[in-house]
């Protein structure tokens, strides 16, 4: 199963569901057993679902994509197409997994990388990578009123055994139907950008995430990929270093 999880990049329920149900073969074998023991090097073919996956190290790469709203981050559905993992497997991506998920009305930057320890680093919440968001919502508020609720979501608000808060708030504008505002936030708690309006009784009309740690999304168009540059590289470097000694020492 580990071989599985890490040349396709499934999670481990879907690695393990899949190979019980038959659809992984192994030099020529169908393999039904998620617990058999393989050394990637010593396997000659590898399929998944009909599909070959390498059999040799991968070489450790970043993308940044640009997810667009109606994009549901799930690797498949039995109820809906348009899914991030059936995009990533069209353009060829087998193997890579996805940091920052988002939900499927919101939009914006995703981080794709065959590296397992770099995504992990930019999800676990005990690293608290920022990620950063431009939101827009439907109210028209004057700089007075706006301000004393960024103050309040900096202190937090407590919802259903939750303490949700941001690292950083501003107004980016405040227009006649809507007002338009960054957030930066480090948790990443389940809907907590939603949950937090919710609490002050405000409506997201618009979300989109601008920012994961040290990588922008720049001018990226909706479902556009882009390879991160050398220099972007190695600032994902440096965080999965930092992230790698953290666990070292705790």
């Known amino acids: 199963m580990k071989v599985i999880q890490q040349q396709s990049g499934l999670s481990r329920r879907k690695a ?6 038959g659809e992984v073969t192994v030099d020529g074998k169908e393999e039904c057993n998620p617990f058999e023991d393989y050394v990637l090097e010593e396997v000659e073919r590898l399929y998944l679902r009909g599909h070959p996956l390498p059999t040799y190290p991968p070489q450790k790469r970043a993308y940044k994509f640009y997810k667009p709203t109606g994009m549901l981050c799930s ?32 939009e914006g930057l995703l981080l794709l990388s065959n590296d ?9 919440p005990r690293y608290e990578v920022e990620k950063r968001y431009h939101l827009w919502i439907s109210e028209d508020l004057g700089h007075g009123k706006i301000g004393g609720i960024i103050e309040q979501f900096m202190e937090g608000i407590e919802d259903n055994g939750d303490l949700l808060r941001i690292e950083e708030g501003a107004v980016k504008n405040l227009g006649d139907e809507h007002t338009e505002l960054e957030l930066v936030l480090t948790e990443g708690k389940k809907n907590e950008i939603k949950r937090l309006m919710d609490a002050v009784n405000l ?20 479902e556009e990929i ?13 965080y999965k270093e930092s992230a790698l000694a953290q666990r070292e020492d705790g």
């Open 226 to 238: 882009q390879k991160v540059s050398s220099d972007e590289w190695e600032k994902l470097r440096e």
């Open 16 to 21: 393990r569901d899949l190979i019980e149900e």
């Open 75 to 106: 690797h498949d559905d039995p109820h809906y197409g348009r899914t991030l993992g059936r995009t990533l497997r069209s353009e060829g991506f087998i193997g890579y997994r996805w940091a920052g998920r988002l939900d499927q009305d919101a």
């Open 116 to 124: 397992g320890q770099l995504v992990h680093s930019l999800t676990h």
């Open 203 to 222: 409506t997201i009309v618009r979300l989109r995430r601008i920012a994961i740690g040290p990588i922008e999304l720049g001018d990226l168009s909706p």
